[in-house]
Each structure stands twice: as C-alpha cells, then as structure tokens.
C-alpha cells in the first residue's frame, strides 16, 4: 500500500504572517476559527456539521466561526440549511480556493465530517500545518489520524457526536492542539511526497 501524499515543504508562517492572514480574512481573535476544506457533496457530511452546531449552547456558538472552504453541486442546499438553521452569524461560505493549504495556518481547528472517503488530502495538508482535527471515525481518515492519536474521531451521521466533540475544544483546545503537535513530523515521514514517489518507483522497477 502506498498511502496519498502530500507536499510538505511549503514553509511555516510566522505569527505575523498568522496574523495578517487572520485579518484579510476579516477572522478575529475574539472567536475560535474553524474550518472545512471539502467539496461540498453529500458525501462529505457538510450538513451533518450544519445540523451538529445547532446543538451548541449560545455560548459556545458565540465563541466559534465556522469556514466553509469549497464549491460542489450541493453548495446552494447547503447555504440554504445554513440559512433555515439560523447559522448566519458561525458559518461563512468561502467557496472556491486555489490552493488551501497556503492559508490553513489561519484557523484554530479542522473539521472533516465525511461520510466516506479514501484518504482526504485536505485532512492531510490539515495535519501537516499542525492543525487540530475533529473528523469522522471512517476508513483512511481513521488510519490517517492513527486511531484518534493524532485528532479526534467521532461516528459519522451524529452531528451531536460532532457538537460534543467542537464544544469540549472550545471549552478547552489545550488536549487536542496537544495532539495535533505530532501531526507535521508524521506527514512528513509517512505522507511526504517524495517518499511516496520513491515507494511508487520501486513498485514499477519490481
């Protein structure tokens, strides 16, 4: 098996770069900044989060804002659930982005409520850029995350597994960011790109 890989040789931002990140996306230091990078398919769980952050108390939802990063089919039904769940003020649609990994060290937290997938490239470039991740107990995630040693797994199609789950990090982020410290050294070794291309070489050469 030679796992997906991603490039991990972009270089870290500094807490300036963060910060001029954070202010041209008009995100503040007052809220935790969550985010979601995903095409915006059913099967990518995207109304299971909406559905889960109507179960935060008004709290918790003051202290949290939700990026939605991605385009798909189901974008349009999604901004309306949005819209019917009361979610104006958490939940930002940011659609299309070029290269998304180039502003991940913007936000606080990674969601990935998918409700099936390989192994997700976004999670991956999520890891390497040290963010903590909540994400679905499911095949390539679960092996990615190491069985929840690396972020937190909860059932996929319970949103109020996932509320439980974003409001004990808004409570307290300390354990998960812990966590989410071995994240880049584990990309790199197992998910670097030039290694995966040397495994890929040597399975042609056999």
């Known amino acids: 098996m030679i796992p997906n890989a991603v490039d991990t040789s972009f270089p870290r931002k500094t807490a300036n770069d963060i910060q001029a990140m954070r202010a041209s996306m008009k995100l503040t230091d007052a809220t935790l900044n969550a985010v979601c990078v995903a095409r915006q398919h059913h099967q ?7 559905r889960g952050l109507t179960l935060l108390n008004d709290t918790a939802r003051r202290r949290l804002s939700v990026s939605l990063i991605g385009d798909g089919p189901d974008r349009a039904d999604l901004e309306g659930l949005a819209g019917d769940l009361g979610l104006g003020d958490t939940v930002r649609f940011l659609g299309w982005h070029d ?8 936000f606080d937290l ?6 099936s997938e390989g192994q997700p490239i976004a999670l991956l470039e999520a890891m390497a850029a040290g963010l903590p991740v909540i994400a679905t ?13 690396l972020g937190e797994l909860v059932p996929s199609e319970r949103p109020e597994a996932l ?37 890929t070489i040597a399975l042609w050469r056999e």
Do not use: N, Y
Not at 44 to 50: A, P, R, S, T
Not at 141 to 149: P, V, Y
């Open 163 to 199: 509320a439980e789950a974003v409001a004990r990090f808004i409570a307290d982020p300390a354990p998960l960011r812990q966590k989410a410290a071995g994240g880049p050294e584990h990309i790199r070794h197992h998910h670097g790109i030039e290694a995966a291309m040397k495994r």
């Open 99 to 106: 290269d998304p990994r180039r502003i991940l060290e913007a």
């Open 44 to 50: 990518k769980g995207i109304d299971v989060l909406l």
């Open 137 to 149: 107990r499911i095949a390539g995630t679960e092996e990615a995350l190491l069985g929840g040693r």
């Open 110 to 115: 990674f969601l990935l409520p998918s409700r």
